[in-house]
């Protein structure tokens, strides 16, 4: 990937590149050594064309007549999403949603995302343990944040305490952020927060099941 | 809002529609009872004229030189988010995650989306409860879908059980679905997935993450 390439990468790509990496690891654990970009788009419920446009913007992948090699490409998205690099992370807030995200996640916590520090607000958890990390006070943070490079926050905080805590995040020059808490909040476009909303989800569910009954009953 | 009109809202505006939600209420509990679209504009980080142009979908809201009232507002948009109706809720799967969902949800298991089974493959856990419901066998849901009217499954699997239950939902005419499991599922446009990934949005951070690294090195 060409340094000068990096800023004109779309959101749209950058959505789809997890998703190639988890088909080319299912294709992995399948056994499947290589893939046409047809076969793979029918997987992806995509167009070859899309594939080979997404993939063109980092390198060369594919072969005419071949198609891909699944490890490879999947390698190189592994790199490409900066997975062969260490992204120092830390948490903020330990609720029920937190400690699933970290039970269940298998990269966290891993060499690519090592967990440098573990914050609450909430007295009851501070010095308690969070899957094996001590949690902090987050009054702490600044200190952390001083000695050591943080690149990405995860943060589920109640409404009332997410904004000033992501405003801190970010004058301290954090500007990789997963909110997890119920609220959307959105920054300059160089700030990258991923908003991650079971209730809005659910909402637009709840649109979607409100319009269909209402056109079944015509 | 006009029967006629309802497939034409776009996956975008529907995208906005829980945002608006959530902005109306904060501006309810700050007691503000009015307010423009330029204000709304500002606190949402969009422009005016977007605003507009979303809510001319469904109706005339605001009046020139008024603005918006914001409780009417608030409440039409409930109204047009389905929320003033009953959307029959089932779950699959019991993991952490869902457990946290549903502890923290303040609107599934309430007037809009009562659950109306639970259900489980992990032996383990079938015949314990979750949150006051029973954990069901799997196997059963056949049955339940032939006795109830169900609108919204909430699912959390493994990779290798999704697909097939997701199949078997959509088989027996469930057309929306809050997917938690560790993978992306994509169906014809008038069955609605919501796929709530966060190691998808932990590697877009870790994306982003690499790339700035990588400028600030030039």
Chains 1, 2 share one sequence.
Request: charged residues 30%; proline residues 1%; aromatic residues 6%.
């Amino acid at each position: 990937m060409k340094d000068s390439d990096t800023k004109k990468i779309s959101a749209a790509v950058v959505k789809r590149l997890p998703i190639y990496r988890r088909h080319l690891k299912d294709l992995m654990d399948a056994g499947i050594y290589r893939i046409s970009s047809k076969e793979l788009s029918l997987r992806m419920k995509t167009t070859s064309s899309q594939i080979r446009q997404d993939l063109n913007q980092f390198g060369t992948f594919g072969q005419q007549g071949y198609g891909y090699n699944v490890r490879y490409l999947y390698d190189e998205i592994c790199g490409i999403l900066g997975l062969k690099e260490k992204h120092n992370t830390i948490i903020i807030g330990t609720s029920a949603t937190i400690r699933a995200l970290i039970s269940k996640h298998n990269l966290l916590g891993r060499e690519s995302f090592p967990v440098v520090g573990v914050f609450d607000t909430n007295r009851i958890n501070i010095g308690e343990k969070l899957d094996g990390y001590v949690i902090n006070d987050l009054k702490d943070l600044k200190e952390l944040l001083k000695e050591t490079n943080v690149d990405i926050a995860i943060v589920e905080l109640s409404k009332n305490e997410v904004k000033s805590v992501i405003n801190e995040l970010i004058e301290n020059g954090i500007k990789e952020i997963l909110n997890i808490s119920d609220t959307d909040l959105r920054y300059s476009p160089d700030i990258h927060i991923e908003n991650i909303n079971l209730s809005d989800a659910l909402l637009r569910l709840s649109f979607h099941s409100s319009a269909r009954k209402r056109e079944e009953n015509i």
